[in-house]
T-cell receptor
């Protein structure tokens, strides 16, 4: 597609459940980033990939969060045992390379944990 | 630790005014700076990217400047329009390819 796509656009789940959020980057973009945005705040970094490997996962809040990018394109953010505090908009971005490229964002997935 | 601050948090102007949004950062050793626009309930749209070696970038009615030594960037919007109403976010990249560190944004309202 022309831009970064994310699915689902909205996800409502119950506390304790497992969720997967998907990101499809711009074709040919090697770098992929996950951010989380709470109401009234700027996005906060979670993890980024160069190709298939996680270059930096220092933003993941705890071991309930995990992300993969097995073929260097689509990425999945996985959250285990969801908590109400995980409710936020999860944003994905991609860039052509790690060398200071412009980051392009998807529309986000709004996660609500009841 | 890099911190990014945007002032004011909110701004209301009548249509046609020229305006300036401010962004400051605590660590001047940045690699690049990017300005984004975010409409309610939407993702981020990239407006301008300034590399650390550049002083400014222009796109249409938008002009962004960068003063690394003072830790400041400004986004100038000329002849504002109601369609410019949105939240504007400033973000800095500390090293090549690393994740961006964002400010909280300035919410702009342009009335007709």
């Amino acid at each position: 597609g022309a831009g970064v796509s994310q699915t689902p656009s909205n996800k409502v789940t119950e506390k304790g459940k497992y969720v997967e959020l998907r990101c499809d980057p711009i074709s040919g973009h090697t770098a992929l980033y996950w951010y989380r945005q709470s109401l009234g705040q700027g996005p906060e970094f979670l993890i980024y990939f160069q190709g298939t490997g996680a270059a930096d996962d220092s933003g993941l809040p705890n071991d309930r969060f995990f992300a993969v990018r097995p073929e260097g394109s689509v990425s999945t953010l996985k959250i285990q045992r969801t908590e109400r505090g995980d409710s936020a908009v999860y944003l994905c971005a991609s860039s052509l390379s790690l060398a200071g490229g412009e980051q392009f964002f998807g529309p986000g997935t709004r996660l609500t944990v009841l | 630790k890099q911190e990014v601050t945007q002032i004011p948090a909110a701004l209301s102007v009548p249509e046609g005014e020229n305006l300036v949004l401010n962004c400051s950062f605590t660590d001047s050793a940045i690699y690049n700076l990017q300005w984004f626009r975010q409409d309610p309930g939407k993702g981020l749209t990239s407006l301008l990217l300034i590399q650390s070696s550049q002083r400014e970038q222009t796109s249409g009615r938008l002009n962004a400047s960068l003063d690394k030594s003072s830790g400041r960037s400004t986004l100038y919007i000329a002849a504002s329009q109601p369609g410019d109403s949105a939240t504007y976010l400033c973000a800095v990249g500390h090293q090549a390819g690393t994740a961006l560190i964002f400010g909280k944004g300035t919410t702009l309202s342009v009335s007709s």
